[in-house]
C-alpha cells in the first residue's frame, strides 16, 4: 500500500499576529513546527504501511526551511520525502495550493491513500485535503477518527460528525483527513532521528510539475485577503428590569424599535 | 550553562526530555501513588533507542559515553527519579557484562539489553549494605554448572529485568577474595523473587527479594573468574555513579524549577513571593548549587569517557556532592512553596522523597567520602 501524507510546517503558537501592510503571517521569530494535526496523519500512515506493507512518502509545499518538517516525518517511520518549493508558488491560496500538491502526487505516481490533518493550524480552513481529491478524481473522506480496516480495495473508516460518527467504505485510490481521536503519535527513535539527518530531501520546482504555471501561487488564487483584522466585541447588551409585564413591554418595544416585530 | 554538548548529545537530551514530558509527567503522580512499574514508559525509552546508547555499536548499540547516559537520566529524574532509576538500574546492571563480559556473553546479553531489555545488579544482601564482604549467597561448581543459594535484598528491577548479575561467595574461606559474580538470567529454575518493599520514594521503581534455591546456572555465566566479584562489583558501581549524580541533579532541577514557577504565581501580602527577597535568596542559593552539581557531574563523565585509567574519586565526589544537592534543594522547594509544598497535590514533597535515596544507595555518602579520602591519602603517598 502507497501512502502519500500532505503535511505542512506552521509557526508554532497560536498567537499568530498577522502583517498590517501585506495581509501576510509574520514568520519571523516564531519557532516552526509540523503542523499538529498532520503528526496524526503521518502516524496513521506508518501504521497502514507497518500492517500492510508498501511505502510512506510525505509530501509538503514551502519555503526550504519546510525539510526540518519533512525530516520530522522521516524520523518517525516515513520512507520518502519530497518538498514542493518555489518562488513561483508563493502567496497560494487553498485552490493554487491544492492543484500544486495534486501535481506532485502525480508526479510521485499516484497512491492507494493520500493522507492529511483535518485542517492546519495556522489557515485553518480545512479545505486542501479535499480540493486535492477533487483535482485528483478520487473519493475523499474528512475528520476520519478510525481506520477500521484496509484490504480489498477499500478502506472502512469511522468519520467524526456532530452528533457521534459515521462508518464508511471508501474505494482505494482516496483521500483521508485526520483528527487527533485517530491515534497517539509515536516519538523519534534515535535512529530514526539520525538518519532523517542524513536523508535526502528530493525537492521539486515549479518546473518540475508541469508548465501550467498560471494555477501555482498568487496568479492561480482567486482568493484575495482584502484585510485582515480582529474583530471588534462590542457590548450591546441590556438588562431589561422591572415587574414582569413591565419586562415584557419594554422587551416588546425594543423588538419593535428593531424591526423584528 | 554552555556545557559544550556534542550535536548528539543534544539529540539523546532533546529526546529523553521529550519523553519525560509527553509519556512519564502525566503519569507520575499516579506511578508514585500506586508503587506501579513504569512497563510503558521503559517500552517507549527502549523503542526510542535509549537503551541502545551505552551498548556498543557491534552489539547493536549506538556506543555512547557516560556523559550521554547521565544526560537521558537527568533529563527523565527532572520529571520523575522514580521511572529514571527503572532506566539507570539496566545499566548497572549490564556494566559487568560491558567491562567484564567474555565475547559469547557480550554477543547474549548486548543486543537484548540494547533493543529495550531490563537488568539488575544484586550484590546487597540483609547482612551485607556497606560492608559488602559480608555476603552469604554461595555459589558451588557442580559438573558443568554453579548452584546458587541465598537471598539478595533490595535489588532495583528486581521481578522486572531480564538478565540479573548477582554476586555470590564461591570460596568463603578467602573472603572478599571469594568472590564471583554470575549472569543468571530471568526464568532459570530455583530463582524468584521475594516481597517487593515498599519505600519513602522513588516508588516507581520496583525494589524486590532475590532468592536463589539450589538455583543452577551454567559454568559459562560465570563473568571474568572466580575470586573477581569484588572487584567486577567495584569497578560497576565506579561507573555508575555518576548516574546516580545525574538522577540527582535532575530531581534538584526539577524541583528548583517547581519551587521557582510557584513562587511567581502564589500570592502573599498583595504582590507574588518571589518579590520577597527571602525566597529570592534560596532561590538563587537553590540554582547555584544545582549548576555546581551538574559541572561536577558532567566533568566526571566526561574524565570517565576520556578514557581515565582510575576514577573512583572522581566518580564519589559527584555521586555524593550532587545527591546532597538535591536533598537540599528538593527540601528548600517545599520550604518555597510553604503549605503547597507539603502537599501530594504538588511534586516537591515526591522529589524530597526521592532526593533521599540518592544520598543512601550506590554507596552511602559517608562510603563515598571514605573513598574520596582514601584516595586523597593514596595520591599524596606517591
Known sequence: MNIVVLIKQVP??????????????????????????????VEEAVRLKEANGGTVTVLTMGPPQAAEALKQALSVG???????????????????????????????????????GKQTLDGDTGQVGPEVAMHLKLPFA?????????????LRVERLVEDGYEVLDIPTPCVITVVKEINDPRLPSLRGIMAAKKAEIVTWSASDLGDDVKRFGLSGSPTQVVETYVPERVKTGEMITGTVEQQVDRLVEKLKEAGVL | MDYQLTEEQQMIRDLARAIAEDKVLPVRAELDEKEEFPTQIMKVMGDSDLFRVFVPEEYDGMGGGVLDEC???????????????????????????LLFGNEEQKKDVLPKIAAGALAAFALTEAS???????????????GDDYVINGTKQWITNGGNALFYTVIAMTDKDKGSRGASAFIVEADTPGFT?????????????????????????????????EGMGFIIALKTLDLSRPGVAAQAVGIAQGALEEALKFAKERQQGGQPVIQYQAVQHMLADMAMQVEAARALTYAAARTIDAGAKTYSKEASMAKCFASDVAMRVATDAVQVMGG??????????????????????EGTN?????????????????
Open chain 1, 142 to 154: 474528512t475528520y476520519v477518527k478510525k481506520i477500521e480496516s484496509a484490504d480489498g480495495g477499500k
Open chain 1, 78 to 116: 516515513a520512507d520518502r520525502a519530497i518538498l514542493v518549493s518555489d518562488r513561483a508558488f508563493a502567496g497560494a491560496d487553498t485552490l493554487a495550493t491544492s492543484f500544486t500538491l495534486a501535481a506532485a502526487i502525480r508526479k510521485i505516481g499516484g497512491a492507494d491513500v493520500v493522507i492529511a
Open chain 2, 193 to 225: 523473587y521475594g516481597k517487593k518493599e515498599k519505600k519513602m520514594g522513588i516508588r516507581a521503581s520496583s525494589t524486590t527479594e532475590l532468592i536463589f534455591d539450589n538455583c543452577r546456572v551454567p559454568v559459562k555465566n560465570l563473568l571474568s573468574k
Open chain 2, 71 to 97: 544526560l537521558i537520566i537527568e533529563e527523565i529524574s527532572r520529571v520523575c527519579g522514580g521511572v529514571a532509576l527503572s532506566y539507570a538500574a539496566t545499566l548497572l546492571g549490564t556494566i559487568p557484562v
Open chain 2, 340 to 361: 503547597h509544598g507539603y502537599m501530594r497535590e504538588y511534586p516537591v514533597e515526591k522529589m524530597m522523597r526521592d532526593a533521599k535515596i540518592t544520598q543512601i544507595y
Open chain 2, 366 to 382: 559517608q562510603i563515598q567520602r571514605n573513598v574520596i579520602a582514601a584516595n586523597l591519602i593514596k595520591e599524596t603517598l606517591r
Open chain 2, 128 to 142: 551485607a549494605g556497606s560492608d559488602a564482604s559480608n555476603i552469604q549467597t554461595t555459589a558451588v561448581k557442580d
Open chain 1, 12 to 41: 508554532g503558537s497560536t498567537e499568530i499576529k498577522v502583517d498590517p501592510k501585506t495581509n501576510t503571517l509574520i514568520r519571523d521569530g516564531v519557532e516552526a513546527i509540523v503542523n499538529p494535526f498532520d503528526t496524526y496523519a
